[in-house]
């Protein structure tokens, strides 16, 4: 069992990780705990906030593999790991990577009581991430680490000769639809995901992950590196963005530096800003300070948390972010931080309730044949009463 744990790390990441644990994060092509079951064949299990495991459960085997949800695994590490015994941990200088465990010892594990287990340090490097921002400042590298792992030894199937590809770093799966589109992979793989489709008059220079099912409109402009999620449709320009499954940036618009969540939707001609005009370093706010924190970048742009959406024109400063389930609407800048459950923009907010949000939800799901399930709602409505301090509207 791949159990993966963010006890010390998952907060850093809110408002993101409010509705997931660390390792269910997507970066490069794959999700974290996706990366590390093509090198350990296992099932995954979570030891993460008590009520996410209503749908991310925690669960033991005879073997048991605790990893840091936070780091991508690469062949050094996962031999290094393999290399372990039972009761031995896997460090990076004061960070835990990994830890075997017997079925009896896993139920005891804490990131806060690891005295009794012998300690190895690794020496290798680490691909890991710390705070929302690394999620794209790091997504060219952990992409072209994922493109390695899933093209090897695999043949791509072939695009229409009426698209222009630059370049020979680029894996297609079986059923993309491509035509008329332009491809330049001479700085980043592109890898185009099962049944995705890249409408006539696209260009896109890599890297870039369209994943599974996955939709670019006619006339996008692309470039690197940038991630579009499984489900989702995006047009307009988008530059080093990740976006997460079901999500739709559907018109034109510019979202750059970015990290855009499950279920959300971008109204028609909405744009982020990813650079201030006195060129300094942008500040996010931070759910554990309750304050602005350095990001030491000079380029950042949009943090939007699951189930967010906003209208058509919407203007997002520079470092703002967004929490789960806001709705925004009207002319002007949002402020940089919008909490989660908002309903409102520029000229003020209001709470947007859980029962006209979850009516919302459905309709959204249904779209997709899918269902919003009990556990969704148990795990919003958590949310939704652990975010009130921050709607003091």
């Not at 695994?73 to 460090?91: C, K």
């Not at 579009?228 to 990740?242: C, F, K, L």
């Not at 209001?350 to 269902?371: C, H, P």
Request: proline share 3%; net charge negative; glycine share 8%.
């Amino acid at each position: 069992m791949l159990i993966f744990f963010d006890e010390t790390y998952r907060d850093n990441f809110f408002p993101l990780t409010l509705t997931r644990p660390t390792a269910d994060l997507r970066i490069g092509i794959l999700k974290i705990s996706e990366k590390w079951q093509h090198y350990f064949k296992a099932d995954c299990a979570y030891k993460t906030a008590a009520y996410l495991n209503c749908k991310f459960p925690f669960k033991t085997a005879a073997s048991n593999l605790f990893i840091n949800g936070t780091i991508c695994p690469d062949d050094n590490l996962a031999t290094a790991i393999n290399n372990l015994h039972e009761g031995q941990a896997l460090y990076k200088n004061q960070t835990l990577i990994a830890l075997w465990l017997n079925e009896g010892n896993a139920s005891l594990f804490t990131e806060t009581n690891l005295a009794p287990y012998q300690a190895i340090y690794y020496t290798g490097n680490l691909l890991n991430i710390t705070y929302p921002e690394d999620i794209f400042s790091k997504n060219n590298i952990a992409l072209n680490a994922d493109f390695e792992l899933l093209t090897k030894g695999k043949t791509s199937a072939n695009l229409s000769n009426t698209n222009t590809i630059i370049g020979y770093n680029i894996f297609v799966e079986e059923g993309v639809e491509a035509e008329c589109a332009t491809f330049n992979t001479t700085n980043g793989p592109i890898y185009l995901g099962k049944n995705s489709q890249v409408w006539e008059g696209t260009n896109i220079r890599g890297g870039l992950a369209l994943c599974h099912d996955a939709q670019i409109k006619m006339g996008a402009k692309i470039y690197g590196a940038t991630t579009i999620g499984p489900h989702s449709r995006v047009g307009g320009e988008i530059n080093n963005a990740v976006i997460w499954g079901y999500s739709s940036k559907g018109h034109d618009g510019y979202l750059g530096n970015a990290v855009i969540g499950e279920w959300c939707n971008l109204g028609a001609d909405s744009n982020n800003s990813n650079l201030k005009n006195n060129y300094a370093e942008v500040k996010l706010w931070d759910y554990n300070t309750h304050k602005f924190r350095k990001t030491g970048l000079q380029f950042c742009g949009l943090i939007m948390a699951d189930h967010a959406k906003c209208s058509i024109n919407t203007m997002f400063n520079t470092g703002t972010v967004v929490g789960v389930s806001a709705n925004i609407f009207g002319s002007g800048f949002p402020r940089n931080f919008v909490p989660d459950f908002s309903w409102g923009g520029a000229q003020g907010y209001e709470v947007y309730g859980l029962i006209k949000m979850f009516e919302t939800a459905n309709l959204v799901y249904s779209r997709r044949d899918k269902v919003f399930d009990d556990d969704e709602k148990a795990i919003l409505a958590h949310i939704f009463e652990s975010t009130e301090k921050f709607r003091r509207f």
